[in-house]
């Protein structure tokens, strides 16, 4: 019998399970262990809550979870209730798919200043996440910054921008669709520190842009390349979404709330009386490796509020290395040590569709498989034995069927045409279970 720990329960690590499930049968046994009390990681707390059809992959993983072979073991904090080194001894192998929840800082002065925050609080906050419930951001404001050109500074825009009716169906936590209905943000300035060419934000997302109901994009058609560019992009998603831009700039009629799109921009200082008043903006240029270089013209633009979208670190956890750089654990196609993995964002940095976890969970699961065929002995003591360590801790673990009652009281809760209303604390889903 093989026992295997993965350390997070987002994709990656159900993509992980799914896999390590498949090719081991009954000759295996599987722990998913997550820091809280509920799974499924980036799909409950990073996918935009009005993307509800983008968070129904949770059914494929709850048939994961609902295996015999498999077990969920939340509110258990790897490098906190039990250290990396201890699962190390309790399992065959261990596999870190922590995700990368941590924000990348900016590095500009003015970042630590009250109402600057990064994407993954601001996400957490609006998602519900327990750790972000209580960020408060201030709406009483017209102008708020989002800075970076990717998918999750289009979340960012969009939500900020939304009526109430356009939240129908959504799973936003109450606190957040309250202080969002109350919000004084008309003009929301997406910063781009390069060009129309160099956006990492998808076709679908950008065209939602188009069809909000009382906002609307504005760009500035001086900033794009002739038109032929657009022919020479290699990568045809992109050139989609460029001319789905070039249509913004050319066709967009003011609705209320706007959208602005600074290319060529890039944030150099957040100045204000003790909290966040404005943005001094460097215009660039694109040099001949692609990178975008100041030209020393500045600007300012207005801001309250300003949310860095700029990626995602994997947390520091003792015992693995981790990459400084790229902000996730030092690892070689997903191998880290002997018996130790990372899948995902803690493998390849925060980068990629949710669907890109899967051949990437799939590949570690068969690295894995040839170190340890099905059917070879192993002699560690796997979930019991971390049940044992818990309970000498006095550390409460959820299982799944756990999950399913958070999951009713969610549901039962949940406002009209909503999908559930999310408790927005551990302790409040500890007392549902009657724990401590
Ligand atoms: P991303 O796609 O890597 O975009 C990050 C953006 O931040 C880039 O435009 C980057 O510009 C910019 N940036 C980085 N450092 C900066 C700095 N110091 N100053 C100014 N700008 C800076 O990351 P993301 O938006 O966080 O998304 C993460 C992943 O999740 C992506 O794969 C994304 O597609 C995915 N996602 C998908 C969806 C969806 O499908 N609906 C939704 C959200 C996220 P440069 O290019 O110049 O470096």
């Known amino acids: 019998m093989r026992h295997f720990a993965i350390v997070g329960s987002g994709p990656a690590g159900f993509y992980t399970a799914e896999a390590l499930a498949k090719a081991y049968g ?51 904090a790897i490098g906190d209730a039990v250290s990396v080194d201890e699962l190390r001894g309790l ?12 924000d990348r800082k900016l590095g500009i002065p003015g970042e630590d200043l009250s109402g600057v925050m990064g994407s993954a609080a601001f996400v957490g906050w609006y998602n519900g996440h327990p750790d972000f419930a209580d960020l408060d951001p201030s709406f009483d404001t017209s102008d708020a910054v989002v800075i970076g050109a990717g998918n999750v500074a289009l979340d960012v825009a969009r939500i900020l921008s939304k009526t109430r009716a356009e939240f129908d169906g959504a799973d936003i936590v109450a606190h957040a669709l309250e202080a969002l209905m109350a919000s004084a943000i008309c003009d929301i ?9 160099q956006i990492a934000m998808t076709p679908k997302e950008l065209g939602e842009l188009g069809h909000l109901e009382a906002c609307a994009p504005n760009l ?23 001319g789905i831009l070039r ?16 290319f060529f921009a890039r944030p150099v200082r957040i100045e204000g009386d003790g909290k966040a008043e404005r943005v001094i903006v460097e215009r660039t240029h694109i040099d001949e490796t692609g990178r ?14 300003v949310v860095s979208c700029i990626g995602y670190s994997s947390p520091q956890i003792e015992g693995i290395p981790y990459d400084h750089r790229g902000g996730k654990y030092l690892n070689v196609d997903g191998r ?19 669907g890109t976890n899967r051949p990437d969970g799939y590949q570690v699961a068969g690295e894995i498989e040839a ?46 045409g909503a999908p559930r209303e999310k408790f927005i604390s551990t302790e409040e889903m500890l007392a549902l279970l009657g724990h401590k």
Not at 247 to 262: C, I, L, M, Q, R
Request: glycine content about 10%; overall charge negative; charged content about 30%.
């Open 336 to 354: 880290i040590d002997d018996g130790l993995y990372a899948v995902g964002w803690a493998r390849r940095g925060p980068s990629g569709t949710i």
């Open 247 to 262: 249509d913004y700039a050319e066709n967009s009629a003011a609705k209320g709330k706007t959208v602005h799109f600074d």
């Open 371 to 416: 170190a340890m065929p099905p059917g070879s002995g192993g002699d560690k003591a796997g979930g019991s034995g971390l049940d044992d360590l818990l309970e000498e801790r006095d550390v409460h673990a959820t299982d799944f069927d756990d999950w399913r009652k958070i999951e009713a009281a969610e549901e039962a809760a949940a406002r009209d």
């Open 220 to 242: 500035d058609a001086d900033d794009f390349p002739p038109a032929e560019a657009d022919e020479a992009l290699e990568d045809r998603g992109l050139a989609k979404s460029v």
């Open 91 to 102: 399992y065959d192998a261990v596999v870190m798919a922590t995700g990368a929840p941590n």
């Open 26 to 76: 009954d000759q295996a046994r599987i722990d998913i262990i997550d820091k809280l009390p509920v799974p499924y990681g980036l799909i409950r707390f990073g996918v935009a809550p009005d993307h509800q059809s983008i968070k129904k992959v949770s059914m494929r993983y709850d048939k994961v979870a609902e295996q015999e072979t498999v077990r969920f073991v939340g509110n258990v």
């Open 292 to 305: 975008a270089r100041g030209t020393g013209e500045m600007y300012e633009v207005p801001a309250g509020l």
């Open 189 to 197: 300035h997406i910063l781009a520190r390069r060009g129309p060419h």
